[in-house]
């Protein structure tokens, strides 16, 4: 799992690509929100008190935030480095 300090570094590598990294930043937080709100809605749909709410929205919160930023920022970075090393290995074997 990556470090704090490596996802900032791949949102960086990420956003350089961009033009709509301003908007691309509003959507994140907005999805990550919502996400939230939906986790707050079912614990309060199943009737937890409202340190059971608190408390399931607190564990959440970690996970759907790595989610967010694995698939927005950590997995293209993984994508562009399978397709660099696969080309480099594609040059060597033609050597």
Avoid: C, T
Avoid at 35 to 54: D, E, Q, R, Y
Wanted: hydrophobic share 50%; net charge positive; charged share 20%.
């Amino acid at each position: 799992m990556p470090g704090l300090m490596e996802v900032f570094i791949l949102k960086e590598r990420v956003n350089d690509n961009r033009d709509d990294s301003i908007f691309m930043m509003l959507f994140e937080k907005a999805f990550i929100l919502i996400s939230l709100l939906v986790v707050m809605l079912i614990g309060v749909a199943l009737k937890f008190p409202a340190w059971g709410v608190g408390a399931l929205v607190g564990a959440s919160l970690g996970p759907i935030v790595y989610g967010h930023y694995y698939f927005i920022y950590i997995r293209p970075a993984k994508k562009q480095q399978n397709i660099d090393v696969s080309k480099k290995q594609g040059k060597n074997k033609r050597k």
